[in-house]
């Protein structure tokens, strides 16, 4: 096992965080999806996290990430769902007929450190998620 490091710590935090569509409304499709994931990946920069899987379903999504000690993971997440529900509404009006206000995500989210189970199982999980 590969551990990460910086100046002064040796880590290996992975997380499962799943987030869903407000009212769990039926709106991501292959295209949300894919515009989400791009505003994950350019905003998890700045706060030192690296995306490793994404899938979604229709009402929600599956995020797994690696994070460093230093990483705001509340404050990240708070910024990413609400960076990002401003932009898909903005870009996909179809969305609107949908869902009202500007609030895409609900308000809670779920996320899970994956320390109990082998990364390979996690990552097998995501993969499959959506597809029955």
């Known amino acids: 096992m590969k551990l990460d490091s910086n100046n002064h710590s040796v ?31 350019s905003l998890s920069e ?9 899938s979604h379903d229709f ?7 690696k994070a460093q000690p230093n990483s ?11 960076a ?11 969305v609107r007929k949908k869902l009202w206000k500007e609030m895409f995500w609900l308000r809670s989210f779920c996320l899970l450190t994956t320390g109990g189970f082998p990364i390979k199982v996690v990552k097998e999980y995501i993969e499959n998620q959506g597809m029955k």
Not at 46 to 54: F, G, P
Not at 72 to 77: D, M, Q, V, W
Not at 84 to 94: A, G, Q, T, V
Request: proline residues 1%.
């Open 11 to 41: 880590f290996l935090m992975y997380y499962h965080l799943v987030l869903v569509v407000k009212y769990r409304r039926n709106v991501i499709d292959d295209t949300i999806s894919a515009y989400a994931k791009d505003k994950f990946v």
């Open 46 to 54: 700045k706060y030192n996290i690296t995306l490793i899987e994404w």
């Open 59 to 65: 009402n929600h999504i599956h995020i797994l990430f």
């Open 72 to 82: 705001e993971l509340s404050k990240f997440i708070n910024t990413y769902k609400s």
């Open 84 to 94: 990002s529900s401003r932009l898909i509404k903005k870009e996909f009006p179809s």
